[in-house]
C-alpha cells in the first residue's frame, strides 16, 4: 500500500450559506468548486487550504451530530498554527468562541477548540 497524504475531509451541513461564510470568510479557505447538484438537490463546495481539500455537502435533513467528542467517527478536525493564542484572538475578533488554551501532556503544545455552525469540533494546534 503506498498511501501518500489526506487528499480531503468531507462535512455534512445543514445551513450551506452560514458554512461557506464560516469557512471561506472567517477561517479563509480558498474556493476550488462550488457547485448545485439537482439530481439531489443540494450543494457541494470544494475548499482548499496547505493542499488538502475540505468538501461540503448540504445536508439540511442529516441528523444532527452528537452533542460530544465521543460519538464514532469523526473526533475533530484539527488545523496546525504558529501561535494559538495569536489565532484564537483572531477567531473571537470575528465572534467565532473559543475554548480556554490548553497543553497537550504529550507533545507539550498548546491548543485550543472552536465550533463550526454545525457544531463540529475544529482545533487550533502548534
Do not use: C
Amino acid at each position: 500500500m503506498a498511501l501518500h497524504a489526506v487528499h480531503h475531509v468531507a462535512i455534512l451541513v445543514s445551513d450551506y450559506q452560514a458554512s461557506r461564510h464560516f469557512y471561506v470568510d472567517l477561517l479563509g479557505f480558498a474556493v476550488l468548486r462550488e457547485n448545485f447538484r439537482p439530481e439531489k438537490n443540494d450543494w457541494k463546495l470544494d475548499l482548499a487550504l496547505d493542499g488538502v481539500e475540505l468538501e461540503i455537502f448540504s445536508a439540511p435533513d442529516a441528523p444532527p451530530r452528537p452533542d460530544h467528542p465521543e460519538a464514532l467517527g469523526l473526533r475533530h478536525l484539527a488545523f496546525r498554527v504558529e501561535d494559538v493564542e495569536r489565532e484564537a484572538a483572531a477567531l473571537n475578533e470575528k465572534g467565532i468562541a473559543t475554548e480556554p488554551i490548553r497543553r497537550d501532556s504529550y507533545s507539550q503544545k498548546r491548543f485550543t477548540f472552536f465550533r463550526d455552525p454545525d457544531g463540529l469540533p475544529l482545533e487550533l494546534h502548534e
